[in-house]
């Protein structure tokens, strides 16, 4: 972290790289694999990219890096807790309903001009993993970055997607 502080931008993408690996294993030991798991790594990786400049050389590393994996997975659970005390889920309910049918045009149409306006690098990211099918490692490789950074670029271009189209489940329906 001292290297990467001092500019070192080969010692941050290997920072980077190591440290979702030790997110992605104290993550998965406290809570499994849940559907969510990454999103809390990817988390805890912009924390440290964000607070970076915080982190005082002159001490050990691992527990200031554990303190915001700690934190950010803590954050998680009391947002799925808080979620999950007020989402109710009537299963018949669900079963009896039919599943909205989505004018598929308009909807691709709909999301192919939000990636279109996306910043460069994340609309190339986006547009490589789920236009192109390649893996996170593929697209790192094609575009001169590290596996970490791929995964946090798609990870903000997503949540932007999010914002600006907002959940596909709901669109109006075909008449």
Do not use: C, N
């Amino acid at each position: 972290m001292a290297e990467a502080q001092r500019g070192d931008r080969q010692a941050y993408e290997e920072l980077l790289t190591m440290l979702a690996r030790e997110a992605r294993g104290f993550v998965g030991r406290r809570v499994g694999w849940a559907e969510w798991a990454e999103d809390v790594v990817q988390d805890v990786l912009l924390t440290v990219h964000r607070a970076r400049a915080s982190y005082d050389p002159a001490r050990p590393f691992a527990p200031w890096f554990y303190a915001i994996a700690s934190s950010r997975l803590v954050d998680a659970l009391r947002s799925r807790r808080r979620l999950s005390m007020r989402e109710v889920v009537d299963e018949e309910a669900v079963a009896r309903r039919e599943a909205p049918r989505v004018e598929t045009h308009a909807l691709s149409d709909t999301l192919a001009h939000a990636v279109a306006g996306l910043p460069r690098v994340q609309r190339e990211v986006v547009s490589l993993l789920k236009y192109e099918d390649l893996s996170v490692r593929e697209v790192a490789r094609r575009l001169g970055m590290s596996e970490a950074a791929v995964k946090t670029t798609a990870h903000r271009g997503y949540k932007v997607l999010r914002r600006t189209v907002g959940d596909l489940g709901e669109h109006r329906p075909v008449d």
